[in-house]
């Protein structure tokens, strides 16, 4: 995207990965939730996300040590102009599809139209930025794009590439437990609707011995187990049901893992550093629902979380607070006054950046940990009074009478937990915050029709944002179904912002970019910054092995490989 590819021309593999990694064997990963299709590619319907790098591959693939460049996998070459304005694509002669067939461009050319017309939104949005796509050889495509986007050779060399004699356009858009026809390392051998998807090294994967792919794939038998809640998904863990877990709770991680088989080494636990942006957990205000349209609400509904007392008392002072939606990257505004750059990008928005945002004093609101601070507690009444709502008999009520009563979606025991801990905070106010438990598929099918005042959601940023920021920040997407932009946010100056870092040639114009959008995004006050933790909480059966040296982006599952003979 910027600057110059990390690996030179005819590199054998990435740094991240151990190239003489033995292969064979199973991995299982367990996970919580359910499925109800294989079609990962479609708003209908929940996929497992692993259907996607697994059975369908792109273009080139994304190199995990560096902030965004891609390497030739499908495709043995690229071309684009120095404006790029085009982008030219020249499929391997080697590449097969699953079931043998040659990829071709007319493959490509057909999955990029189904994609554009029945595809995920961000789909929709990213290629109907070409004007005009055209199959120049057997194996060469052209895509031509309507105006400036210096991300979309890359956005379109990570399209998904399908098999058009195996896909039924006509039903594409309609769930399914067959997934689409790709060209991946592996094969779909079972699935158990909602229960577990085994996956099966393809012995005849044309790809093996690519660059992007050395060192990857190391396993013959990919399993995957849904869990109904956390719970059960830890104590199958414990008990060597499934090999790997990525651990999010800091209380489990502090003492759940008290356990024989920890403290006698079958059990590695492993807190790893990634240099990526943090996400950004947090509790999303539905800007759509009258209830939240007034940023003062949204701001009373922030002071009156107790970070400092949920962090100790729940999480064992382990996390670290979001506050940033890049924090610790130097695409984060947070603790910076906005350079001139960024005043230049701001200016012709002067109400869209707090003063206090701008010049880099923001921080989210702290308590003094008590539970109970009553300075927190006065200013949120202060922001609500002005909002038209007044505390009276315990109840925040408005002018007409109507109570302050908005409810939470969650989907998990865990997310349960912090929601009811919440939900006593704003008790004080006589805010009655309704919570609601659903399933996994439930949840999914709320989220993505928006269909909540409030929600859970974690965005996880890279060090190179660019088209998916419109997906989930974009004024276009406030509307449409199945977008990240959970809150309805519609800021002209988000959107600027956005086109700005998209148009930027050079890196430091694009840093200022990113952090111009952060003060905007800081400054909607659309959600309750939650925490993160400070790098990857990761445990795993001594038998299953990880390579050395981590990639960018934190130690990566497709890179590891069991111990033979185990």
């Known amino acids: 995207m910027h600057g110059e590819p990390a690996y030179p021309d005819g590199f054998s593999h990435y740094a991240s990965v151990n190239p003489e990694a033995p292969k064979g064997g199973r991995l299982t990963q367990g996970t919580v939730g359910s499925f109800d299709s294989l079609n990962p590619f479609i708003v209908r319907g929940t996929a497992p996300p692993f259907i996607r790098w697994n059975l369908v591959e792109s273009l080139m693939a994304r190199s995990p040590d560096e902030a965004f460049t891609c390497y030739g996998l499908l495709a043995r070459s690229v071309e684009t102009d120095e404006a790029r304005s085009y982008v030219a694509f020249e499929v391997d002669p080697r590449a097969r599809f699953s079931d043998g067939t040659p990829v071709t461009a ?144 800091p209380g489990r991680w502090k003492t759940g893992y008290a356990i024989p088989a920890v ?76 350079g001139a750059r960024e005043r230049e990008l701001l200016a012709p928005f002067p109400d869209a950046v707090l003063p206090e945002v701008m010049d880099g004093t923001w921080q989210p609101p702290a308590s003094d940990g008590s539970g109970r601070d009553r300075t927190r507690l006065k200013t949120a009444l202060d922001l609500f009074a002005a909002a038209g709502w007044e505390l009276k008999g315990g109840k925040l009520t408005g002018a007409d009478g109507r109570a302050f009563a908005p409810e939470l979606v969650v989907g998990t025991k865990d997310q349960e937990r912090l929601a009811l801990a919440y939900q006593n905070m704003l008790r004080r106010a006589g805010v009655t915050l309704n919570i609601r438990l659903v399933d996994n598929v439930q949840f999914e099918s709320r989220k993505q029709t928006y269909d909540y005042d409030m929600v859970p959601y974690i965005w996880d940023q890279s060090l190179s944002p660019g088209n998916e920021q419109a997906f989930y920040f974009g004024s276009a997407a406030a509307d449409v179904p199945g977008t990240r932009n959970f809150m309805g946010l519609k800021s002209p100056a988000a959107d600027a912002m956005i086109e700005a870092l998209l148009a930027a040639r050079e890196r430091a114009d694009f840093v200022s970019a990113v952090r111009a959008l952060d003060r905007v995004l800081i400054s909607a006050r659309f959600s309750v910054p939650l925490f993160y933790t400070p790098g990857q909480w990761a445990a795993r059966w001594r038998q299953i092995h990880r390579p050395e040296r981590v990639a960018l982006s934190g130690t990566l599952a497709e890179s590891w490989w069991r111990e033979p003979g185990s």
């Open 106 to 249: 007319q493959d490509v050319l057909f999955s990029f139209n189904l994609l554009r017309t029945k595809g995920r939104p961000n789909h929709r949005s990213y290629y109907g930025k070409v004007a005009k796509a055209e199959v120049t050889g057997p194996l060469a495509i052209r895509f031509t794009f309507a105006g400036v986007d210096r991300e979309l050779p890359l956005i379109m060399a990570l399209m998904p590439v399908m098999a058009r004699h195996a896909v039924d356009e006509a039903t594409f858009d309609q769930t399914s437990f067959t997934p689409p026809l790709g060209s991946g390392p592996y094969k779909l051998s079972e699935v158990r609707p909602g229960e577990t998807v085994i996956l099966t090294r393809n012995p005849d994967y044309w790809g093996r011995d690519l660059p992007v792919n050395r060192g990857n794939h190391n396993v013959d038998t990919l399993r995957y187990d849904f869990y109904r809640d956390v719970n059960s998904q830890f104590e199958a863990f414990k008990r060597g049901l499934y090999d790997i877990r990525f651990e999010t709770d």
């Open 263 to 338: 403290r006698d080494g079958r059990i590695v636990q492993e807190e790893i550093e990634t240099g990526m942006p943090k996400p950004y957990s947090a509790l999303i205000f539905n800007m759509r629902r009258p209830i939240f349209a007034d940023a003062r609400v949204r701001q009373a509904m922030v002071e009156l979380f107790d970070f400092e007392w949920v962090n100790a008392n729940l999480y064992f002072g382990l996390y670290r607070r979001n506050g940033s939606f890049y924090d610790g990257s130097e695409l984060s505004a947070r603790d910076r006054s906005a």
